[in-house]
């Protein structure tokens, strides 16, 4: 290597000599040389990262060691997850269910026969099945040897009332299901349904997005199937091989009128011996089973159980436990609450779940160190005056939840305040519902759709055209800026501003020896023919090194991470950045040395900026989320550290939970509740996206 950069370093200093002496030792001769010099000895170490990095993810994966990988990943999403949502704190709620109605799922002599009649090995042993669906019935950490075992089909429909805890209970079994995997087995992976459109999407492919957008590794190349004409992502690779168990999260999260095509979706799509798991409100799933053929639509070879309230001691108990020990004035706050559990009234109802419960505990608990003048009386839950029906409960519940998430105290301040908050996920959670169509998921690349494009691409537009009308004007004359910087502003604003590309997680080099070969053959033809016609003229040279650097970055491919590393959105996002930098200081370099040697100096730099950055905005979608943050920030929309606020308000709020490279919100119902609040005109979605 040392040989190999001193030989580099003569090279490049003779070729820089050669042209001051042919051209003369003019002062933009000289500029132009040292432009060069510099630009050239940067080169090999931008190129070598790049170079690389594109050399150790070539390689396909064998399919059983990706899930294994796929499966240490998913293990350690849940497990944090159930730390940030406090789950176990002060303890894992006792989640009880019964056999869902025998109109909804399979009789079970049928199940027992299509597992029976299955090709190959049996699900599970014959002898652990249950007898009948009555044996289903059970508590907490039961699922998932019921899943497991009992269940002769391993398929399973999960139903219950909003806030039962349905999502709960499905980490509880993909945790299950992980500690009892063997390595290349099924890796369990949960899919919430409200992004699905099953009449434009079909569902392999809308699983195969999902998995990427969570674990972006898996858009590596899977190992070559000779029967295909190019290979498949491992993603796709996977589902095919049915190495993924599907956790179809919130059938009813779908809109009335696709929820049963989503049925028969999933019926046609998925081969009957795929296990899978489905969750949805019972009385949304009874209406999609039962409309019009519920022959077709009811979910092929599943059992079925149903989600139970729950019961007034264990809610009262779960109260008087997060808020202290037994005894305490802390824990008798909840006594009026603890009288009325139990009965018809309105709060009992909303409290009958993990949901109303865990945002009861977060408005009227009191954290330490916090006084209790600051907090509202848990009694007021009560007042049926104020709150005559269930809704009004839940309602006022969703609505005091920020708050007091943002409450401000001796001892624990806050970089946001309540009201900042408020704004903050009120425009969010429109954002979702109105401008993405009610998806719950929150990712930082379709930020920039909650402004009509036009915004974001005039904010690049200015980007460029203020400094290189500035470096142009004082190098060439005050009519070339004015010119050039509106005109080469406007080009690159409307060229670099992609509206529905995905981050970039690393950036290969894809070129493969015949590639290379081909391209320096027709190099070296073309320099011979310009050499041999016109001499060394430095126009034609010029304009032969941009068509090469052009044709070189051509093959620069965005790709992701190693599986084995943990993704979140900050991760992605920093990932991302490194991509668009990369590719600006190595696009950027080549092109502005070109032009460097034609037209001078000012000519080199715009090159390096401009064509850096519209080559960068190609392959990273960074700078179009800093744009549409920085619109939004002017406006009072978002904060100015969206992403800092965002990770607080999954880490220590509650109020967001992560999945995989995005946020939701912690409850489908809550994001819904912020949309449909009241706000100001701003804070409508635009009617301009396109």
């Known amino acids: 290597m040392l040989w190999a950069g001193l030989l580099y370093l003569a090279v490049v200093a003779a070729g820089v000599g050669w042209y001051v002496l042919h051209f003369g030792p003019t002062s933009s001769v000289l500029g132009s040389a040292v432009g060069a010099l510099v630009a050239l000895l940067g080169l090999p170490a931008a190129l070598r990262g790049v170079l690389l990095r594109g050399k150790a993810g070539s390689a396909p994966l064998p399919l059983e060691t990706v899930a294994d990988g796929l499966a240490r990943s998913v293990r350690m999403q849940w497990e944090a997850e159930v730390k940030l949502r406090r789950l176990d704190d002060p303890y894992r709620l006792p989640i009880s269910w019964t056999t869902a109605d025998d109109d909804l799922v399979e009789p079970w002599p049928l199940l027992r026969d ?20 009555e044996e289903l019935v059970g508590q907490g950490g039961d699922i998932g040897q019921i899943f497991r075992q009992r269940v002769p089909t391993r398929r399973l429909v999960v139903l219950g009332e909003p806030g039962a805890g349905k999502t709960m209970l499905l980490v509880r079994l993909i945790q ?17 349904l409200a992004s699905w459109d099953p009449a434009r999407r079909p569902l392999y492919d809308w699983l195969a997005d999902q998995l990427v957008r969570d674990f972006p590794a898996l858009h590596n190349p899977a190992p070559v199937d000779p029967a295909q004409t190019s290979p498949d992502t491992q993603a796709r690779a996977l589902l095919d091989q049915q190495m993924i168990l599907p956790i179809l999260d919130g059938l009813d999260e779908l809109a009335p009128a696709l929820r049963t095509p989503a049925l028969e979706a999933v019926n046609g799509d998925l081969p009957a011996d795929q296990p899978l798991v489905l969750s949805s409100h019972t009385e949304e799933y009874r209406d999609a089973v039962t409309s019009p053929a519920p022959a077709t639509a009811r979910l092929n070879g599943a059992a079925g159980i149903r989600l139970l309230p729950l019961d007034s001691t264990t809610a009262v108990a779960y109260l008087r436990r997060a808020a202290g020990e037994t005894g305490t004035e802390d824990a008798a706050r909840w006594n009026g ?14 409290l009958s779940t993990p949901l109303g419960l865990f945002l009861a505990r977060t408005i009227y608990n009191r954290r330490p160190g916090e006084p209790h003048t600051l907090l509202a009386h848990p009694d007021e839950l009560v007042n049926r005056t104020n709150l005559p029906t269930r809704q009004d409960v839940e309602a006022h519940l969703f609505s005091a939840f920020i708050p007091a998430a943002y409450r401000r105290y001796p001892g624990r301040s806050s970089r946001w305040t309540a009201e900042q908050a408020q704004r903050t996920f009120t425009f969010l959670a429109r954002h979702l519902q109105h401008t993405l169509n009610g998806t719950p998921n929150l990712a930082w690349w379709e930020l920039r759709k909650a402004l009509p494009r036009y915004r974001s691409a005039l904010l690049v537009a200015l980007l460029v055209a203020v400094p290189i009308g500035l470096m142009w004007g004082l190098l060439s004359g005050l009519w070339y800026g004015l010119i050039a910087g509106p005109i080469l502003g406007a080009t690159v604003g409307t060229y670099a501003y992609p509206w529905d590309e995905s981050p970039s997680m690393e950036i290969h080099w894809t070129m493969n020896r015949s590639q290379l070969r081909g391209e320096l053959v027709t190099l070296v033809g073309v320099a011979l023919v310009i050499v041999f016609g016109t001499g060394f003229d430095r126009r034609y040279l010029s304009a032969l090194s941009i068509s090469l650097a052009i044709g070189l970055m051509g093959h620069l491919t965005p790709v992701p991470p190693d599986l084995a590393t943990t993704v979140g959105p900050a991760v992605v996002l920093a990932r991302d950045r490194r991509t668009f930098w990369t590719v600006w200081l190595t696009s950027g370099l080549a092109v502005g040395l070109a032009l ?44 100015w550290r969206l992403m800092a606020f965002l990770a607080d308000a999954h880490q220590r709020r509650g109020v967001l939970r992560q999945v995989g490279a995005v946020y939701q919100f912690r409850h489908l119902d809550l994001q819904r509740h912020l949309a449909d609040q009241e706000s100001p005109d701003r804070l409508r979605p635009p009617k301009d996206r396109h």
Not at 337 to 350: R, S
Not at 612 to 618: D, I, K, Q, R, Y
């Open 337 to 350: 609450v603890a009288a009325c559990l139990g009965t018809n009234a309105p709060a009992a109802q909303a």
């Open 596 to 639: 460097g040697l034609l037209g001078g100096p000012a000519s080199g730099l715009v090159g390096l900026f401009v064509f850096g950055l519209a080559f960068s905005s190609t392959k990273s979608v960074w700078l179009n989320f800093m744009t549409a943050r920085l619109w939004l920030a002017v406006l009072g929309l978002v904060p």
């Open 176 to 192: 299950d299901l992980l500690k009892h995997r063997s390595a290349g087995a099924p890796v369990p992976v949960l899919f919430p």
């Open 114 to 133: 299509m597992a029976e009649n299955w090709p190959g090995n049996l699900p599970s042993d014959r002898a652990s099945w249950a007898a009948g669906p």
